[in-house]
């Protein structure tokens, strides 16, 4: 069996319309992941530094690197979650060897930067797989 699957950024996806947090720089890293989040549909607040969360996001996309490190995008997470109401969330970062994508819905996804187009999609789906929204 071959499963063939368009990544195209307008493809439409399940998750139209959700609500998704960036945290990330305005140069060409975070334009280019903002610009993949809207193309999947998500309704994207772009944050260049770590917010008092006033809206309630389906998802929160961080870029490490333009907080300070990988360690600063998870404590960055750290701050805008509480246990009892997990989110989606992605991490991207150009000090990991590896992409993770954890069974564990709690878990961020993680990927390697610079993102590609399709890492991104791959990690958008994955992180909203058991997230109602």
Known sequence: MQFVRN???SAPVEAFGVAA???????????KIAAALWGFGANVDWQPCVPAVSCDPALIVVDCDALGGFAAGQAALRRMTVPEQPLAAILISSEVAAPDFPQAATDPVVLCAPV??????????????????
């Open 21 to 31: 947090l960036l945290l990330a720089d305005t140069g060409d890293s975070g334009k």
């Open 7 to 9: 990544f195209d950024a």
């Open 116 to 133: 590609s187009l399709v890492a991104l999609r791959v990690g958008f789906e994955h992180a909203l797989r058991a997230h109602p929204f």
